[in-house]
């Protein structure tokens, strides 16, 4: 052989010899457990597959999470979870109380439902109530049915028989959960188009089996029909939300009141409610007397030309600053209230000058994050207050007390007071939010008002709510109005949200942030290399924004979150962002599949029942069909973080049956199947994805 062939063959040999040692010290290692990156540098398939199984874990691990925390939560209150107590928040001169609040309004069964569409575990409900109450018409006992964690024991499990076992025995009657289970059972109606079979359990579970062929046909259903929500009684709404504070800034507070509160607008309006959605912004106030004297001298042409305060906090700081300590400025800024109050005309310009640049500023914010919201703030509520006091003390003798020149309430249950008029003979913080209950049950007429803000400002809310009710504005067991808390937004040192030199932060600095990181992040990943400018542009919004929204929605509302952008753009966890990539990729593979929609839609059209066999399309198939158990269920509760668990869900089980399902089986040398029934699972998968992007505000975008 020539020497150059030789060396050739040798180079080959050695590659492969190279390759024999890494494989041997790859066993090696896998069997202590210790893979190192060099070794896995030269198996590539070992890489992907480490990297797969990383992932997976990771996803495990917040499904752990979301379930074990799902779980504590219905174990401490059955379905709907109490506003945790917080600690009294003082602001300014708005007089928010502290102390004891009143007991919490009970919840009552609302929410009327008329059409469960596909909801399965409504009907369930329904069907097992009735069969309870005619087994044992003299307990009211709370229905216990959720589903089942082990699918031997079936879909759904109802696990009355044993609190009804116990109470006949508190009675003196014995009588085995079983056999509870079995009386229960025989009322149940014999044969129901969506169940299997129904087995009792000697201990007395009873186990629910969905008939499959069910489950393909409203798939079907869903396929041809496109997604229905449940249908619910129509109601007339108030969602009293985000209402920052003019010439402070919006902060970050006021940005969990308008994520929330919209995304719980945009739910309820999807379900067919009437709703209003309502800035109440801090708008009116004895500050806005400094607030125009320092106007008239820092830009004394406002009347003509738009001031350039870009900075309103800074304003509102350099006023405050000369009211604390230019006693000729104080009395100025004390004149100017009293000729606001008086409708001044020069004066009540110079406040709606002052109004709407701080307006403007929010509308920026508002437009990025595609919030709608209609202002009536507390100005709006002047007269009305006067009328109030009037009122109170023409129609409730008695209800105002005499404290120290102001005039106070105590509604019942309550250790706090209102104030109702100060020493001054202004009003408050509580008189605005009492003239403002009023209007909105009298005159907007609404049945259900809810008020999406801050915890600190339970015990404030829950007195003037029990002064409505001590008044006779309303009745509990047929309107419902409700504080909607929520915790605290904190910063990765577990602190309060702030800048590094302690500011607030502005809300357009930290959306600019976000972008410039979305940003990053899609170039991170090559996105830029197929994508148009447009496209890209598109991705990078619906990134930044629906991240935003999304890491303080999948958060348990009640509870303090942290603010992380990493953590918020990490691709692999219950994110935006991973869920965009999800929806994105579904969307593609029916686009790139060269079938066309249109045969698509014959398809489904002459295919009653898709053979949805595979044990993977039928896991995900029933989640498909829990949407409408998770709508019904977050109407009812108000707590968002469990669409998005639902949704998260969604996208794993899409990914597991995408691994395990051919939609299109390409082999070579033959022409290839397309699998139709899947391409239409794919279809109705992202048209759920879609609903819940709606709901929670999320921009979709095609292509990722
Ligand atoms: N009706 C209400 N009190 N709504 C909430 C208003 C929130 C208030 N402007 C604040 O920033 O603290």
Redesign the pocket.
Known sequence: MANKELQEAYKDFSVDLDKVDALGRLLEAMEKGDLTEELLEKCPEILEAKKKNDKLKYRKEILEKSVARQTAENAKNGKTQQPAEKKKKQ?GDKGKTGGAAPKQAKKYDYVQVEDYGSSILGRLQDLFKTAISQAYPRFDVPLLLAETPNPQFGDYQCNSAMPIAAKLKSTGVNKKPGDVGQEIFAKLPKSIEFIDKITVMPAGFINIFLNQEYIKKQISNLAANGIQLPKIAKRRVLV?FS???IAKEMHVG?LRSTIIGDSICRLLEAVGFDVLRIN???DWGTQFGMLIAHLYDRFPDFETKMPDISDLQAFYKESKKRFDEDEVFKKRAYECVVKLQSHEKDIVKAWTTICDVSKKYNQIVYNQLDIKIKDVGESFYQDKMIDLVKWIKENKPGQLQEDEGRQIMFPSECEVPLTVVKSDGGFT?DTS?LA?LKYRIFEEKCDWAI?V?DAG?SLH?ETVFAAGRDFGWYDESVKRIEHVAFGLVLGEDRKKFKTRSGETVRLLDLLSEGVKRASEKLKEKGRDQVMTEEELNEARDAVAFGCVKYADLSHTRTQDYVFSFDRMLDDRGNTAVYLLYAYARIRSIVRTSGIQQEQIAEYIRNTPILPLNHQAEMKLSKHLLKLADCVLQVVDSLMLHQMCDYVYQLATLFHDFYNECYVIEKKEGEAPIVHFHRLALCEVTANVISTCFKILGIREVPKM
């Open positions: 602001e009293d209402s920052p504070n006021h109440h912004i801090g913080y939010d403002a008020y803000v400002q809310l």
